[in-house]
């Protein structure tokens, strides 16, 4: 870092990963060796149709990170529209950006 009133922002590893759900609405990332010394901050970008889905980090260690995704369609009760339960998502393309804590 400079002595100099010049600003040097500080380095971060970002790994990015894009993946498609299995047949139980998971999705695994593997991170290359090395990539992080602890798990990494993970946000999650789900494609997504005109279905209601929602996901979950089910596991995160600094070598991969796992992913559920969920699809509930719509129903209307008594003229409310409430979401049914949710249902496991496959092949559903979920991306990853994972950045050093």
């Known amino acids: 870092m400079p002595t100099r009133a010049d ?3 500080p ?3 970002l790994e990015r990963a894009t993946g498609v759900t299995d047949g139980s ?3 695994t990332f593997t991170w290359p060796a090395g990539a992080f010394s602890a798990p990494p901050v993970v946000t999650i970008g789900v494609q997504g149709t005109s279905v209601f889905r929602s996901h979950s980090i089910t596991a995160n260690t600094a070598t991969a990170t796992t ?3 969920l699809a509930a369609a719509g129903v209307t009760l008594l003229g409310i529209g409430v979401l049914a339960v949710g249902a496991p ?3 559903v ?5 994972a950045a050093a804590p």
């Open 67 to 69: 992913v559920n995704v």
């Open 93 to 97: 393309t979920v991306h990853a950006h």
């Open 11 to 13: 380095t971060t590893r």
């Open 89 to 91: 998502a496959s092949g």
């Open 7 to 9: 600003y040097t922002p």
């Open 25 to 27: 609405g998971n999705v």
